[in-house]
């Protein structure tokens, strides 16, 4: 257990994000995305600025667009540790500091990976990279992956490019 505990401490580092240099000035005067959101995942709820959520995502700029009053994280339902990942992510994309570590890398990952949030995917990578063992690297492939229809498992365009550089 100390060697165990005193892994997960060396390994986890704080960071914020680079920022992000996306225009958003197509949102000003939108209604659309100048009010808040519900991201729900399990039972915990965040409520979230539709503007934060769009500035760092195309996928969340076009699925905010119908205007939703609620959305469903489904991609992270019984997922260990999705509440307080997607909290580090959230806290993350408003501009706050957090520590990444064991305890949540998978969750981070997945959440940059689904919603396309390469400032956070890169952050990602480059703890894996620093931190790499044979644990970090099937946590992050783990969360990365996904099942065709025929059972074969591949791993998003997102992922690749980066793998490539």
């Not at 060697?3 to 680079?18: C, D, E, G, H, T």
Request: aromatic share 10%; with cysteine.
């Amino acid at each position: 257990y100390f060697i165990q505990s005193n892994l997960r401490q060396v390994m986890s580092k704080q960071v914020r994000l680079p920022l992000n240099n996306r225009d958003v000035s197509r949102f000003f005067n939108n209604s659309v995305y100048n009010r808040s959101i519900k991201l729900w995942v399990n039972n915990t709820c965040f409520t979230c600025s539709r503007l934060i959520l769009a500035q760092h995502s195309s996928v969340f700029e076009q699925h905010l667009r119908d205007s939703p009053p609620s959305v469903l994280l489904d991609d992270f339902q019984n997922v260990e540790g999705a509440e307080s990942g997607i909290q580090d992510a959230l806290i993350l994309l408003y501009g706050g500091a957090v520590q990444i570590g064991i305890r949540n890398i998978s969750v981070l990952s997945k959440f940059a990976s689904t919603y396309n949030i390469k400032e956070l995917l890169k952050v990602c990578m480059d703890w894996v990279k620093h931190n790499l063992s044979v644990e970090t690297v099937m946590m992050f492939f783990k969360a990365l992956r996904t099942v065709d229809k025929d059972g074969v498992v591949e791993i998003p365009d997102m992922i690749r490019k980066f793998m490539e550089e």
